[in-house]
């Protein structure tokens, strides 16, 4: 079964559809490259899932170990590159509970940089992953 479907609206745009949801995602040009930049780019999509499967895997450790990671925040910050147009780093800054001892650090920030989407990258594409607790 498929995951999405999506159809192109003309003008650098498309709308993808989660089909077990039905949730759609806009996703438009950005400025630099013909479009509008009124909406994500497929390229801040994958910047955006980057971060999101970090979180999210944060927190299924977390609930694991009873931690609450409420309010916590990522902030994610795309690098192209020109020749070929290609995604060549992506900077994920977290912001953390202060009150997680040590050990939890460690064991959420391994979480995070074993996420399926960092894992499914180009090795090519740099991940710099920086975590500030009680920020």
């Known amino acids: 079964m498929s995951t999405a479907t999506a159809r192109y609206s003309g003008q650098l745009r498309t709308e993808a559809t989660h089909i077990a949801s039905g949730n759609s995602i806009v996703t438009d040009a950005p400025v630099d490259n013909h479009g509008r930049g009124e909406a994500f780019s497929p390229t ?10 970090m979180m999210t895997i944060m927190g299924i450790v977390a ?14 910050t795309k690098h192209m590159l020109a020749e070929p147009r290609r995604i060549g780093q992506i900077d994920v800054h977290f912001n953390l509970p202060a009150a997680l001892s040590p050990k939890h650090r460690a064991m959420l920030e391994n979480a995070a940089r074993t996420c399926p989407v960092a894992l499914s990258l180009n090795p090519e594409i740099r991940q ?7 920020e």
């Open 44 to 53: 801040d999509l994958v910047s955006a899932a980057l971060g999101s499967c």
């Open 63 to 76: 609930e694991r170990s009873q931690l609450d990671l409420t309010g916590t925040t990522f902030n994610v």
């Open 128 to 134: 710099e992953v920086q975590f500030t607790y009680g």
